[in-house]
């Protein structure tokens, strides 16, 4: 009945070692994500949300516990190109074009030029860029610059998308844009998507699993489902359904911080 | 109309107030008075006997001073003068040529220059990659530029002149010596230019350590690198003109600089030193060109 399971973590922990002593980034994380799931992160900063994104996609190493992206360790994911991964800032090489930008990840890869272009221009038409190809980063607004960083992320087809607050930066009115699109986008290409943020809205209105995380240690303190239509539009937030995920996150939130501070 | 066209032209009042024209032009004119001025004083071991021969007036000591055969300090005109005579009167290819000594020069910075510029990437791009070699090297390379290139000169261009090796690769060496250095060191910093992000985002593409270093180092480095170019290359003339020195050379910048001193022709210093700025300037400015073409490529807001 359930959808295989691309991400499956099982009491993973993580520790800096810092020179002021050990730092519990994560502690006894348990999750699974399953095939065609939207998943946020969200949580105050210092939660470990952005960390279990890392070691998802092995640019950290968790100290114990065991995790799997795609039935295998995550650096074999890695070495497997199984994800796409999406910055905070859109990370795009200031002396390549656009299209040339895009091409990074299939020039890597050793993608045919044919292939290349077929690709650049599907994944720029995905996030409404066509036209775009020639244009250098600076000439592009903020929002534009973050749609190009995901359809390079997208350019190598991969099955599970992992964006860490991709849209923390903008202005709210880009955001809700961009969310907008992003919902769309998910829709249409069935991908499965780890998302990280901080903000409420966001996250109730993408998710269709809301993991609620809290600091020191960093770990997990509630896992909300949605059941919100798949074609939903901005509006749903106005409703009373979406007002009552939201407050259970809000709830989860303020529970995380009530035994600190 | 006329109002019109006269308000749209400038005049030269304004060209001269609102350009760079005229603080260039003062400079050079306060430049050339303080040396007609310091022509006077600096001669005067050689014209006072003259001086007084002719009269000792204000007159004669000026044109007395400023004609001197052999000067301590020539005038500019005479500077001006040697330099007509030795590089629009002579074939650039006679010995008697400035041309002629510029080329040889020149030749032996433009290989130095490309050398250095290869082994300054070399080096970087080893340490870069290398952790030990950054612990191990830099020191060195530090160190070797804290040796006077002049105690050394000497002894780099005999070793190599007893294996048989003589004319310009000696003194592309020295050349090269001294202009890897500040490309190293700016190729070091612009090679770990790319920020965390730029680099994790590399390595979610499993790209490899060659991959990375030259669809993502490389280009990062380019800024970096033309700016020690420009030092390289300029310090890459000095280095030839050094080597020229100590070594009795008989053709170059360095050798007209040692003529000169040797038959007390300051016009024939002067015009030397002269030419060496203006290839020097030149130089700099044509990597600075090469510079700008290369930002345009890379799409540089401009």
């Not at chain 2, 130095?112 to 612990?135: C, M, Y």
Request: with cysteine.
């Amino acid at each position: 009945m359930a959808a295989a399971s691309v991400i499956e973590a099982r009491d993973l922990s993580l520790t800096f070692e810092t020179a002021d002593g050990p730092v519990y980034a994560l502690s006894k994380v348990n999750l699974t994500v399953h095939d065609g799931d939207f998943v946020s992160f969200i949580g105050p900063s210092g939660c470990g949300k952005t960390t279990l994104l890392r070691v998802i996609a092995d640019l950290e190493q968790a100290t114990e516990g065991v995790i799997s992206v795609n039935d295998m360790r995550p650096d074999e994911a890695r070495r497997k190109r199984a994800y796409g991964y999406v910055f905070q800032a859109p990370a795009l090489y200031p002396w390549r074009t656009i299209e040339r930008n895009v091409a990074l990840p299939l020039e890597i890869m050793g993608f045919s030029a044919g292939e290349r272009t077929e690709r650049i221009q599907r994944n720029l038409d995905l996030v409404n860029l066509t036209g775009f190809e020639k244009k250098f980063p600076w000439q592009l607004s903020g929002g534009m610059q973050q749609r190009v960083s995901i359809a390079r992320a997208l350019a190598v087809d991969p099955k599970l998308l992992l964006m860490d607050e991709p849209f923390g930066a903008l202005d709210e009115i880009v955001r809700d844009k961009l969310n907008q699109q992003l919902l769309e986008l998910w829709g249409r290409t069935k991908k499965t998507v780890v998302f990280v943020t901080h903000s409420i809205p966001e996250a109730v209105f993408l998710s269709s699993r809301i993991v609620v995380m809290s600091p020191r240690p960093g770990r997990i303190i509630d896992v909300i489902e949605t059941n919100f239509p798949k074609d939903r539009s901005l509006d749903i937030r106005e409703t009373p359904e979406f007002l009552k995920v939201a407050h259970r996150v809000r709830e989860g939130l303020r529970e995380g911080h009530s035994y600190e501070d | 109309m006329t109002l019109a066209a006269t308000a749209s032209r400038p005049t030269l009042a304004s060209v001269l107030a609102s350009g760079s024209v005229l603080p260039v032009a003062i400079i050079v004119l306060t430049t050339i008075l303080i040396w007609y001025a310091a022509a006077v004083p600096m001669n005067k071991v050689l014209t006072q006997p003259l001086i007084d021969a002719a009269g000792g007036g204000f007159y004669d000591t000026l044109s007395v001073s400023w004609s001197l055969p052999r000067p301590v300090l020539p005038a500019p005109h005479q500077v001006l003068a040697e330099l007509w005579n030795t590089v629009f009167t002579v074939e650039p290819w006679r010995p008697r040529s400035l041309l002629y000594h510029c080329w040889v020069t020149l030749s032996s910075t433009l290989l130095g220059f490309v050398l250095g510029t290869l082994l300054g990437i070399g080096l970087a791009i080893a340490i870069v990659h290398v952790k030990a070699l950054n612990r191990s090297l830099m020191p060195w390379i530090i160190a070797s530029q804290t040796i006077p290139i002049l105690a050394i000169a000497p002894m780099i261009i005999v070793v190599l002149g007893s294996i048989g090796l003589t004319g310009l690769l000696p003194k592309s060496l020295i050349s090269m010596y001294l202009c890897f250095f500040p490309v190293t060191i700016g190729m070091v910093k612009g090679l770990t230019s790319p920020d965390p992000m730029q680099l994790d985002l590399m390595r979610t593409y499993h790209a490899s350590t060659s991959q990375v270093l030259w669809k993502l180092r490389w280009p990062s480095a380019v800024p970096f690198l033309f700016t020690s170019l420009k030092v390289a290359i300029a310090i890459a003339l000095v280095g030839a003109i050094v080597a020229e020195l100590p070594t009795g050379a008989q053709a170059g910048i360095g050798a007209r600089l040692l003529n000169g001193s040797y038959y007390g022709q300051t016009q024939q210093i002067w015009a030397a030193l002269i030419a060496a700025a203006v290839m020097s300037s030149g130089l700099v400015w044509l990597v600075g060109f090469i510079e700008r073409q290369a930002a345009r490529a890379m799409g540089t807001k401009s």
